[in-house]
């Protein structure tokens, strides 16, 4: 991957969650779609704001318990009939209300390691890297007490002036460039 | 603190920004001053840790013999103690999936380290069926692994049904607590001055930045834990109540034994929450978050659960009067006034008696006694196990095989060990870790509300 240089984009820093939102839905109202929020809770209306409504860890979370109890029951059904079969009390080999226990929990287990890891993956982390911390003022605030809205550079409609004087508009208490 | 417009306890004391929450919190930890009282408890605790290794190193020396347990006691204070901190591990899912589920976000001060507490827990739980097994060495035959004697394991028994639900309960949790963390850890990244400190914190917190993208994510992935874990805290106690269940041993072969465990289990697990929550809101002056409310409503939680297990324990009686089985009668005479009666009777005073003054909300509110009732109730829920493990086994069909059941002191060492290694790992979590959730506590705060839109920008410019 060649390095990248030069802007990354502008961010904007507010006070309070209502201001954040107000400039990203203004934003996403003229068009601009390259844009995040950074915020230090759960904000979902910015979120709405940004046009981001689904996510698919749901779904990597339904795979991941398909596969746990598939595993699982199948691995019995095999050790128990084929592999070592064993003969309790002349119960069957195939006791299949004896096979949904662990099949149970390894569902749960698949799907929640699916729905933990699946979530990190799709959101890009670990990555201990990234240029919006060479911003002087964002590792001061955006987990902690500060809400910022970044306009990314390689959105068509980015302008590093006309850019800023859009957030200008919206009363941040900052807007600052952020390099790669 | 009462909240004038609804007339309730307030979760959190008013005044708090979100600034004040995170220099509060994330201070706990980013200190360079450590307490001297932290240094004293870890120092203590850290000594039963050293006793825990000694009985365990004696035991892998010279066998489970040094234990109490005999035939027909075969199942010891091994699995009493087992069956203990795996049901007080259970509150801390409790509180961290079932509540958020049901949006009870009083929840949002303690969960973390509820949770904590659960992993901590289970460590010390599942250390006890390990040891117990005689040759720990050959622990890992429980597993399904392919190795070279083509031997497997036999699903049918409900003991490898625990090895699965234990060791998920486990995994789940650690992740549920991990990926819960996640955002305070970036804070604490953030906030630390010490070199160390950005990079171990830098190293943890994976590179969060808050992204409302990855809190959509998040969030939608913090919903399905709770909502896998509720079903697995709700399976792990049962399957370990099939242990006994599932025998055909009078005092065991009742179907009553699930539910009655799993609201067993929330019951001592709430009865933990609360000793371990008194002395740290003391210590480190955090009564302005985890408040009387939060006390108030653990109150009632154990109320309610302690009356669940009454209830089993009514059945319990009931049945075995009303099966009609001459074993089954004389199990419960023998339980109650046989030569291990007492302990039959420490656990009704303690789980059932003494837990009705609970109703009295002044008790409720009131710390010092509700620390007291915690330790009751836990001490109650110990018996409760050791009657259903040792009076049971005591007396069978045959008046010639009866025996009777006295731990060694290799029994208490192990016990007092793992309520050191409990402590000790306590002590350092709440010294490195964000023991309550920052980013979670934000959301209660009235400054997190969103205006209307329609509300006019104060000094708008257009």
Aim: with cysteine; proline share 6%; net charge neutral.
């Amino acid at each position: 991957m060649p390095v990248q240089e030069g802007t990354y984009g502008l961010l904007a820093e507010f006070d309070t969650p209502s201001d954040l939102v107000r400039a990203a839905q203004a934003a996403y109202d003229s068009g601009y779609r390259r844009m995040d929020c950074y915020t230090p809770y759960p904000v979902e209306e910015a979120a709405a704001a940004i046009g981001f409504h689904r996510d698919n860890v749901s779904l990597i979370c339904l795979i991941g318990g398909l596969l746990g109890v598939v595993a699982m029951f199948s691995l019995e059904t095999w050790i128990s009939v084929w592999a070592y079969p064993l003969n309790i009390a002349g119960r069957p080999y195939y006791s299949w209300p004896a096979f949904i226990v662990p099949a149970y929990e390894w569902t749960i287990l698949y799907a929640g390691l699916s729905a933990a890891f699946g979530m990190l993956a799709a959101n890009g982390l670990p990555q201990v890297y990234h240029p919006l911390f060479n911003a002087p003022n964002f590792r001061s605030g955006a987990t902690s007490d500060k809400f910022f809205l970044c306009l990314e550079s390689t959105d068509p409609k980015f302008d590093i002036a006309e850019s800023r004087a859009f957030l200008e508009k919206h009363q941040p208490v900052s807007v600052v460039e952020v390099e790669y | 603190m009462v909240d004038p417009v609804t007339g309730e306890l307030r979760v959190i004391a008013p005044g708090h920004t979100f600034k004040s929450i995170t220099e509060k919190l994330a201070g706990i930890v980013l200190t360079s001053h450590t307490p001297l009282g932290w240094w004293g408890g870890l120092v203590i605790a850290g000594g039963g840790v050293g006793l825990l290794g000694l009985a365990v190193t004696w035991l892998f020396l010279k066998g489970v013999g040094i234990w109490g347990i005999t035939i027909p006691v075969a199942w010891g204070f091994a699995i009493i103690n087992f069956v203990w901190w795996i049901g007080i591990g259970h509150a801390g899912t409790l509180i961290s999936a079932i509540l958020l589920l049901f949006k009870q976000s009083w929840r949002n001060s303690i969960n973390r380290f509820a949770e904590a507490m659960t992993i901590f827990a289970v460590v010390c739980a599942g250390l006890f069926p390990l040891i117990h097994t005689g040759r720990p060495w050959l622990g890992y035959w429980l597993f399904p692994l392919p190795f070279t004697m083509n031997v497997w394991p036999q699903f049918r028994s409900p003991l490898l049904w625990d090895v699965f639900a234990v060791s998920t309960y486990a995994t789940i949790s650690v992740v549920f607590w991990y990926i819960g963390m996640i955002p305070d850890l970036a804070t604490l990244r953030d906030g630390a001055k010490s070199k160390f400190g950005q990079f171990f914190y830098g190293m943890i917190a994976l590179g969060w930045r808050g992204s409302v993208r990855h809190w959509v994510r998040y969030e939608t992935a913090s919903l399905l834990l709770a909502g896998l874990s509720t079903p697995l805290v709700l399976s792990v106690h049962t399957v370990i109540s099939f242990d006994f269940a599932v025998a055909l041993l009078p005092g065991w072969h009742t179907t009553i034994f699930p539910p009655y465990f799993v609201a067993g289990a929330v019951y001592s697990g709430f009865a933990m929450v609360i000793t371990l929550a008194v002395p740290i809101r003391k210590f480190y002056h955090l009564e302005d978050i985890v408040t009387i409310r939060h006390i108030d409503n653990m109150g009632k939680v154990m109320l309610l659960t302690g009356l669940i297990v009454a209830y089993g324990y009514g059945m319990e009686v009931f049945m075995s009067w009303y099966s009609a089985s001459h074993w089954e009668y004389f199990m419960m005479w023998n339980r109650m006034f046989g030569p291990m009666g007492w302990a039959y009777w420490v656990l009704i005073t303690c789980n059932i008696a003494l837990p009705q003054l609970m109703w009295i909300r002044k008790f409720r509110t009131n710390v010092a006694l509700m620390f007291i009732m915690s330790f009751i109730v836990n001490t109650g829920m110990w018996f409760e196990r050791f009657v259903i493990v040792v009076t049971s086994l005591l007396r069978d069909y045959l008046p010639s095989s009866w025996g009777t059941y006295k731990a060694t002191r290799w029994d208490y060492a192990t016990f007092i060990g793992t309520l050191g290694l409990f402590t000790f790992l306590f002590f350092l979590f709440i010294r490195l870790l964000p023991m309550i959730p920052m980013s979670e506590l934000r959301i209660l705060l009235p400054e997190a509300k969103i205006h209307p839109k329609g509300e006019p920008l104060p000094e708008a410019g257009d």
